[in-house]
């Protein structure tokens, strides 16, 4: 028989340990700049829309953050670990924008709800090869009603994975997730941590 004692320690030393691994300060933010030159009010998508695509008028602005990791081996021949690196350059393109940062950096990209287009990050650094992550918009109100059911048990999950079948998908709040780009060293491939 176990301690019952032995979880909420454990789960305290894990706690402490997560907390510890803090990201590095925004070190910039911009807005994405449109590709063409007839654009109005931030609207990029409106030259699709009149051409008869389902987008809808632009809700506003969504912040996506991006930073750029290397992994490495501690120094003591530990474990492979992820170190944030700073002042990497990178450019994120999507349908109609792009925009150019500096590492760890925050990006004013337009808001298209269900529309809302992928975007590609490409970074580059001396020292590194060029690296590559693409993103695209999460359903933020389906995500939010699951995680609110699963105190429900399993009967919650039901109930909504039902409602969001039933729900209009552009009625729902879209957004995107941290853009996390690994960066891999010239010669990565003969390394101890090899390439990622």
Same mark, same amino acid.
Do not use: W
């Given at each position: 028989?176990?301690?019952?004692? +032995?979880?909420?320690?454990?789960?305290?030393?894990?706690?402490?340990?997560?907390?510890?691994?803090?990201?590095?300060?925004?070190?910039?933010?911009?807005?994405?700049?449109?590709?063409?030159?007839?654009?109005?009010?931030?609207?990029?998508?409106?030259?699709? $829309?009149?051409?008869?695509?389902?987008?809808?008028?632009?809700?506003?602005? =969504?912040?996506?953050?991006?930073?750029?990791?290397?992994?490495?081996?501690?120094?003591?021949?530990?474990?492979?670990?992820?170190?944030?690196?700073?002042?990497?350059?990178?450019?994120?393109?999507?349908?109609?924008?792009?925009?150019?940062?500096?590492?760890?950096? =925050?990006?004013?990209?337009? !808001? /298209?709800? /269900?529309?809302?287009?992928?975007?590609?990050?490409?970074?580059?650094?001396?020292?590194?090869?060029?690296?590559?992550?693409?993103?695209?918009?999460?359903? $933020?109100? +389906?995500?939010?009603?699951?995680?609110?059911?699963?105190?429900?048990?399993?009967?919650? %999950? %039901?109930?909504?994975?039902?409602?969001?079948?039933?729900?209009?998908?552009?009625?729902? !709040?879209?957004? /995107?997730?941290?853009?996390?780009?690994?960066?891999?060293?010239?010669?990565?491939?003969?390394?101890?941590?090899?390439? $990622?």
């Amino acid at each position: 028989m176990r301690p019952l004692f +032995m979880f909420p320690v454990l789960s305290i030393v894990l706690l402490s340990v997560v907390g510890c691994q803090t990201g590095k300060p925004i070190s910039m933010t911009v807005t994405a700049k449109p590709t063409a030159s007839n654009i109005q009010n931030g609207d990029v998508l409106a030259p699709q $829309r009149r051409a008869g695509l389902d987008i809808p008028a632009l809700h506003g602005t =969504e912040i996506v953050t991006v930073r750029t990791y290397e992994h490495t081996k501690k120094k003591d021949g530990g474990f492979v670990t992820s170190v944030e690196l700073e002042n990497v350059d990178c450019v994120l393109e999507s349908d109609g924008f792009t925009a150019s940062v500096k590492t760890p950096a =925050e990006v004013r990209v337009p !808001d /298209y709800g /269900y529309a809302s287009r992928p975007i590609s990050a490409k970074c580059n650094a001396p020292g590194f090869k060029t690296s590559y992550k693409n993103a695209s918009a999460f359903n $933020r109100t +389906m995500e939010q009603r699951m995680s609110s059911a699963g105190s429900g048990g399993f009967a919650g %999950v %039901v109930v909504v994975a039902l409602i969001n079948a039933a729900s209009d998908i552009k009625k729902h !709040d879209f957004g /995107y997730r941290p853009i996390g780009v690994t960066m891999n060293r010239i010669g990565c491939e003969a390394s101890k941590v090899k390439c $990622r």
